[in-house]
């Protein structure tokens, strides 16, 4: 999906219509604007190309993750309290199903202490 499509937009379609002299229809012709158009398609070549600069683990930019001249220091982890509660119950259905793989929706709920 285009990102012009992602934000609404719909392509225009024209029917142009032939007639012969007897004002009979002879043919019909559609066009449709199209999705793909140099713009889409350059943040398209756009997205692409930050997935290739970026590390899939961290998410950061190669050209600094790489250099070792560079150090990383990490902070205090922040807990989320509700992935907290969702990692609880997966661990507690894992030791008593028999499939837990299959279980694809996990409903949460906001609930004030």
Known sequence: MSL???MGW???????HEYDEAGRLVRSVETT???WDVEQRSWM???AELAYQSCSGCGGFLQ??????LEYVTEHPLRC????ALEIRRDQIREKARHPGS??????HERRL
């Open 4 to 6: 012009k499509r992602f």
């Open 10 to 16: 719909e392509p225009a379609v024209v029917v142009d």
């Open 33 to 35: 604007e199209t999705e």
């Open 45 to 47: 070549q756009a997205l």
């Open 64 to 69: 600094e993750t790489l250099d070792p001249e």
């Open 81 to 84: 309290h509700r992935c907290e």
């Open 103 to 108: 279980f694809a929706i996990w409903p949460i």
